[in-house]
């Protein structure tokens, strides 16, 4: 199985862009994962929210393969302990899913199309962060969810 995780920009704060390379290189060890960038939109101050959003997911959308499993990252997800999360993509590996999606939507969310698309909506905590670390703190998880099946002494209950 493949993992990847989809965003609208680059990241560009230099201490987030070593962290999510340095967890990236470690979960390679484990699984395939990779970043895949969505271009930020230009001109954004004439659109709409809706109009933004809708963009961003045919973007989004064409991004996607058929049959990739599609997790969205969103306020409104399933909220999981890192154990939890570890099973959830155990049970994955073991269905024999080729692409495991995980998307980080723009700064005003998902288009009706992406969630319509989603397989499931996963959330990393009831407060807000930006996308930018929220891409950090994914990585570490999906980090932490390897070193949990492996039994590796990474995480602490």
């Known amino acids: 199985m493949k993992i990847v995780l989809l965003a609208v920009g680059k990241t560009s704060t230099d ?12 979960i390679n060890h484990y699984v395939p ?11 954004t101050k004439a659109l709409t929210e809706d109009t933004q959003k809708q963009r961003e997911g045919q ?5 996607l393969q058929p049959g990739d499993v599609v997790v969205l990252l969103d306020e409104r997800g ?3 302990t ?13 269905q024999g899913i080729k692409r495991l999606v995980f998307v980080i939507g723009g700064p005003y969310g998902f288009s009706k199309e992406m969630y319509d ?7 990393l905590s009831k407060m807000t962060f930006t996308h930018e670390m ?11 969810a390897m070193t949990i099946l492996r039994g590796e002494p990474y995480h602490h209950d």
């Open 117 to 123: 698309r989603a397989n499931e909506k996963i959330s």
């Open 59 to 63: 973007a989004m959308m064409s991004a």
């Open 15 to 26: 201490y987030l862009i070593k962290g999510i390379d340095g967890f990236l290189k470690r």
């Open 134 to 144: 929220v891409r950090l703190f994914f990585v570490e998880q999906v980090y932490r």
């Open 82 to 94: 890192s154990r939890e999360f570890a099973m959830q993509i155990d049970r994955k590996m073991v």
């Open 78 to 80: 399933k909220e999981y």
């Open 33 to 43: 994962m990779e970043l895949s960038i969505i271009p930020d939109l230009k001109s």
